[in-house]
């Protein structure tokens, strides 16, 4: 029997009063069931919607400790201060990772191989690109870069030696968030709107305004829909060919903060209450939720890991803490292969950490 506490919100989430589905358009309905016919659950969750939501309360964080034994997971590598203040932003591209802060900066480091140590590439040491904090980066393909700003622009780069300033788009409202999908980017303000931008065309071509805070984060899915997470504590599914959202997803007590796709049919989101959901795209709800113990600044995934960035970096697995290390983490972003993290921190550091599975 579930104790009280999970029953309630259990309760709460099935009363359809928290999570709804709102009426679309046919092109965009099309594209919200093509996402796949089976639903591809990360291995941990249940595959049967009739499955019960998953509670984990705070007082579960010492379960680790007797599910995995006292071993050390995570291992920094890699330690540099490099920005001169909070790292916002982190991408990789052309086995290299870029960060960008709230510096105007943005900096790249060749991806470590056998030594693991990161070196900054010395053409690219320190590179002000913006004249206010970068907010969002985002790769087109291996050749282009992407980057949003507080300065109200978004600028595209050609990425080579050196990046090359190809285009500037400019924008009525600071851009707090961004993400890119074929030809078009998509971008979030502090004033609450979300644009879809042609950069063929160098055009606005569609702009949301549903949202009632900033926009903080936007995670880019398949067939032309994307995710978008606000200050006023709602998640929306879009799809660009369409003028109003998809849905919308209600769950989070305060801002959310990131948002990371888990396939076709989930993703998982982090928030300012401390909290960490996954959802299931299809059946509108959340499948499962757990406490952090800490604001939840980003989050990122490798296959039954998510790893999350707080005042503490912290790996889960199966709804388990499995390990945390203080970073005071601003963005936590996987290395392709999957045993590797690269921490962006407030102290203006980046950290490369090696998890031993």
């Not at 099309?30 to 009739?50: A, D, M, R, T, V």
Request: net charge positive; charged share 25%; aromatic share 10%.
């Amino acid at each position: 029997m579930p104790d009280s506490f999970s029953k309630s919100i259990f309760e709460y989430l099935s009363s359809n009063k928290s999570v709804h589905k709102r009426s679309c358009t046919d092109k965009a309905q099309q594209s919200l069931s093509s996402l796949s016919i089976k639903p591809e659950f990360p291995k941990h969750l249940g595959k049967n919607p009739s499955d019960p939501l998953l509670i984990h309360k705070a007082n579960q964080l010492s379960a680790p400790a007797c599910i995995y034994g006292k071993k050390e997971y995570l291992k920094r590598e890699s330690f540099l201060y490099s920005h001169k203040n909070s790292v916002n932003c982190i991408v990789i591209l052309n086995s290299c990772i870029w960060t960008a802060g709230q510096d105007y900066q943005v900096m790249s480091y060749s991806l470590p191989s056998n030594n693991f140590q990161l070196k900054y590439r010395p053409h690219n040491m320190c590179q002000k690109i913006h004249n206010k904090g970068i907010t969002g980066m985002a790769t087109t393909n291996s050749e282009f870069l992407l980057t949003s700003s507080l300065d109200k622009t978004v600028k595209l780069w050609e990425v080579s030696d050196k990046l090359t300033k190809l285009q500037v788009f400019k924008h009525r409202s600071p851009v707090k968030s961004l993400t890119s999908i074929s030809n078009f980017y998509i971008s979030g303000t502090t004033e609450s709107t979300l644009e879809v931008w042609d950069m063929e065309k160098k055009a606005s071509i569609v702009e949301y305004k549903e949202h009632r805070k900033p926009v903080n984060f936007i995670e880019s899915l398949k067939v032309n829909t994307f995710l978008s997470g606000s200050s006023d504590c709602s998640i929306k599914l879009w799809d660009y060919r369409s003028e109003r959202s998809i849905s919308s997803f209600e769950g989070h007590n305060e801002g959310v903060s990131s948002l990371k796709s888990l396939g076709q049919n989930c993703f998982v989101s982090g928030s300012l209450d401390k909290s960490v959901k996954i959802w299931d795209l299809r059946g509108m709800r959340v499948v499962e939720s757990w406490d952090t113990g800490q604001e939840v600044n980003g989050v990122d995934c490798w296959k039954d890991f998510i790893y999350v960035a707080g005042d503490y970096l912290q790996v889960w697995k199966k709804g388990m803490l499995v390990d945390k290390t203080l970073v005071r983490a601003k963005r936590v972003k996987v290395v392709p292969g999957g045993n590797k993290v690269v921490v962006g921190s407030f102290d203006s550091s980046v950290s490369l950490f090696k998890y031993s599975m």
